[in-house]
């Protein structure tokens, strides 16, 4: 396997190429396919870096390899496979050993890459744009969207290839460090809550331009927490539940102040 190398403290292989690398990453999924994936964006991507390390015989076939990753966090793993690249033109990594690293960083990647991106600030961002625009009366909230999700996706995108190439396959054993996994799993928390939030406050506000009782308001509340009981028992034994135990338990906070006030 390839040893733990320390961090480069330069980009020998120039900043040109990697940001070649970078732009061409973004077109990572463009020819998706059931064989292999994302292998067609991976080699059109790597191209360059072998066109680079063997200047006589490129072979590109190799890189047409099966290949599936989270195409956002996926800038790392290009990056780091540039290093082991260069470890096998120096002779000190073997093509197989090359191959399961490889293997391993895209599954690594693709796993934190969904949680953190897909399920978690994709999420967040939508309930933000939707905050702004119902409840500011905002005409620009829709446009939140795509530039909260763009503010943290595309830096990841240019700027991974750097940070990968820099740590080699190291950066992988840092994603999984306790304090990245803590992280994720808050801010997965905290959206939680602010889809409860938002949640919450589009039902009080049905319930108090449909009805006008406060009777039907607690009883509604109650018939809630009966709910919320149900999905609690259930959500620890079936994670899955958690999100409707969340939403569920903080719209209940609210209906029951609205309903007492």
């Known amino acids: 396997m390839a040893p733990d190398?320390?961090?480069?403290?330069?980009?020998?292989?120039?900043?040109?190429?990697?940001?070649?690398v970078a732009l061409r990453g973004l077109f990572l999924e463009t020819s998706w396919n059931n064989q292999g994936k994302q292998n067609l964006g991976y080699a059109a991507a790597m191209a360059p870096v072998l066109r680079r390390l063997y200047p006589d015989n490129p072979d590109l076939r190799p890189l047409l390899a099966p290949f599936n990753t989270n195409p956002i966090m996926g800038a790392m793993v290009l990056g780091?496979?540039?290093?082991?690249?260069?470890?096998e033109?120096?002779?000190t990594l073997s093509p197989l050993?090359?191959?399961?690293?490889?293997?391993?960083?895209?599954?690594?990647?693709?796993a934190?890459?969904?949680?953190?991106f897909w399920n978690t600030w994709l999420p967040f961002s939508a309930l933000t744009a939707f905050f702004v625009t119902f409840w500011a009366k905002a005409p620009w909230g829709p446009f939140l969207l795509p530039l909260l999700f763009s503010a943290l996706?595309?830096?990841?995108?240019?700027?991974g290839v750097f940070w990968g190439y820099r740590l080699g396959h190291l950066v992988f054993k840092e994603r999984k460090s306790a304090a990245a996994l803590s992280f994720r799993r808050r801010f997965h928390f905290f959206t939680l809550f602010w889809a409860g939030f938002?949640?919450?406050?589009a039902l009080s506000r049905a319930f108090r331009e449909?009805?006008?009782?406060?009777?039907q308001d607690l009883g509604l509340s109650l018939g809630l927490f009966l709910f919320l009981a149900l999905a609690r028992f259930g959500a620890t034994r079936h994670p899955r539940l958690k999100f409707p135990f969340y939403l569920g338990t903080l719209a209940l906070i609210y209906l029951l102040f609205f309903s007492l006030a």
């Open 97 to 110: 050993d090359k191959a399961g690293l490889l293997a391993g960083m895209a599954s690594v990647t693709g």
């Open 5 to 20: 190398l320390p961090p480069r403290a330069a980009f020998p292989i120039g900043r040109g190429l990697l940001w070649r």
């Open 210 to 215: 449909t009805s006008g009782s406060a009777a």
């Open 89 to 91: 033109r120096a002779g």
């Open 112 to 116: 934190q890459g969904d949680q953190i």
């Open 198 to 201: 938002i949640a919450a406050l």
């Open 80 to 87: 780091a496979a540039i290093r082991l690249e260069e470890q």
């Open 153 to 159: 996706a595309w830096p990841t995108r240019l700027w």
